[in-house]
Every structure is written in structure tokens, then in C-alpha cells.
């Protein structure tokens, strides 16, 4: 071809690699990953990917909750469509995105650790205190129970002399 006079092999290389581990970036609309794709192909228009396997990096790129979306508008699975079928499905679904989406109308997940940047209600500073003082009580604790182990006296099982343990009593 004549577009691999000019372009390295190596950028060819680094371009392929990238389309096939794209990925939708959190927050990014459907419209603006499949831009990104497009965009990526275009780039390096001899990237020798085929069309089949270009959709399903696309489709593998997006998250769960997305793919399952994508499936239910396909009626099925994305996988059964001809390539022709699933691409016009994606610039159908791009284009609705693009127009009727906001960034506001994400929801924000949280798992189960994390917490609100804003975590200063009473609840939260009640839980804290109690969360200090049963640190310090378990510390206390653990220092207690050193302390106690160093006092136990050594008696010996045999004689009762506090002098050696029972494996080197004389007796």
C-alpha cells in the first residue's frame, strides 16, 4: 500500500495495540468512545484490524452495564449482527447519546469502602470517636497483656520452685 511507504511500522504497531485494548474511559458518553475509535482508525487507516474484530473491541471496551444496553437495543447479542448491522446500531445509539445526553446524567457508583469527599456530618464524627476509642482500647489491651506475660512466674511442674522450668528440673 501506499500509506506503508511512509507511515514507521512501529507507529502501525502502537496504533493496532491501541485499538484492540480500547477502552470506554469512565465518564466518556458512547458517543465520544466510538469518536475515539474512529478517530484511532483513522489515523492509521492500514491498521489491518477487520471490521468484525474492530466492534467487538469496541463492544469489549465498555463496561458491563453498557454492553448490556448495547445487547438489549440489538435485540440479542451484539455478536449475532453482521458487521454492517452492529455498526449502524453503535452510530444510531452514538448519535442518540450525542444528542440527548448530558455529563450530569451520570451516577456516580460508589463501592462499598468509599466514602463522600464530604463526610462531615455528626454521624460521621460520632463514628469516628468511637472508632479512636476502641483503637486505644485495643492497644491498651495489648499492652496489658505483654506486661502480664513478662510477670508470670516461672514454676516448675515437678517441684514448684520458681528457680527453673519443669524440663530442667533437677529433681
Known amino acids: 500500500m501506499f500509506l506503508e511507504k511512509f507511515v514507521p511500522a512501529s507507529q502501525t504497531t502502537a496504533i493496532s495495540k491501541d485499538i484492540s485494548g480500547i477502552r470506554q474511559l469512565g465518564g466518556e458518553r458512547l458517543y465520544e468512545y466510538w469518536e475515539r475509535l474512529k478517530n484511532l482508525c483513522a489515523s492509521c487507516p492500514h491498521h489491518q484490524v477487520s471490521e468484525q474484530l474492530l466492534l467487538q473491541y469496541f463492544y469489549e471496551g465498555r463496561n458491563s452495564m453498557e454492553r448490556s444496553m448495547m445487547d ?96 530442667s528440673c533437677p529433681s
Do not use: W, Y
Not at 449482527?81 to 460508589?110: C, G, Y
Open 72 to 167: 438489549a437495543a440489538s435485540e440479542g447479542a451484539l455478536g449475532d449482527m453482521t458487521p454492517a448491522e452492529a455498526r449502524h446500531l453503535i452510530k444510531k445509539m452514538a448519535s442518540n447519546s450525542q444528542q440527548f445526553s448530558t455529563r450530569n446524567d451520570a451516577i456516580v457508583l460508589r463501592g462499598i469502602n468509599d466514602v463522600a469527599a464530604d463526610s462531615s456530618s455528626s454521624a460521621d464524627r460520632k463514628l469516628e470517636g468511637k472508632l479512636d476509642t476502641l483503637v486505644s482500647l485495643v492497644t491498651q489491651l495489648a499492652m496489658n497483656q505483654k506486661s502480664s506475660s513478662a510477670s508470670v512466674a516461672r514454676v516448675c511442674g515437678i517441684c514448684t520452685s520458681n528457680d527453673h522450668h519443669t524440663d
